[in-house]
C-alpha cells in the first residue's frame, strides 16, 4: 500500500508563492498518473491538477490554470505543485493521489495532506 506524505504547505500573502512536495513510498511510482487535490471548510474535495506517469502530459483545474504548475521527478518518486499568483480562495488542506482514471479521478488512500492559506 502506498504512503504519501505531503509537505510544503503554509501562510502566505495573496499574490504570493508556495511549492508543494508530495513523496510516495510503497508502490511503483512511476507507473501511475499522479495528482492534487484540495480541500477548503465546509467544502468537498475536489481536483487540481494531474500529470501523467511520463510527465508529458499535464491536466489542470480551471480555477488554477495559468497559475500552478504541477511535476514530478520519478528518480525521486516525489510529485510536485508550484503555485503562483495565490488567491484567498486557494485556501485549503492540499492532498496527492494516484489518478486511477484520467484526467482527474482519484485511486487509493490520501495522505495526512499539507494547509495552504492564503491572506487577503
Known amino acids: 500500500q502506498a504512503q504519501l506524505v505531503e509537505s510544503g504547505g503554509g501562510l502566505v500573502q495573496a499574490g504570493g508563492s508556495l511549492r508543494l512536495s508530495c513523496a510516495a513510498s510503497?508502490?511503483?511510482?512511476?507507473?501511475?498518473?499522479m495528482g492534487w487535490f484540495r480541500q477548503a471548510p465546509g467544502k468537498e474535495r475536489e481536483f487540481v491538477a494531474a500529470?501523467?506517469?511520463?510527465?508529458?502530459?499535464?491536466n489542470y483545474a480551471n480555477s488554477v490554470r495559468g497559475r500552478f504548475t504541477i511535476s514530478r521527478n520519478n528518480a525521486k518518486n516525489t510529485v510536485y505543485l508550484q503555485m503562483n499568483s495565490l488567491k484567498p480562495e486557494d485556501t485549503a488542506v492540499y492532498y496527492c493521489?494516484?489518478?486511477?482514471?484520467?484526467?482527474?479521478?482519484?485511486?487509493?488512500?490520501w495522505g495526512q495532506g499539507t494547509q495552504v492559506t492564503v491572506s487577503s
Open positions: 493521489n494516484a489518478i486511477g482514471q484520467w484526467p482527474n479521478l482519484p485511486y487509493g488512500d
Open positions: 510503497g508502490r511503483t511510482f512511476s507507473t501511475y498518473a
Open positions: 500529470i501523467n506517469r511520463f510527465g508529458s502530459s499535464t
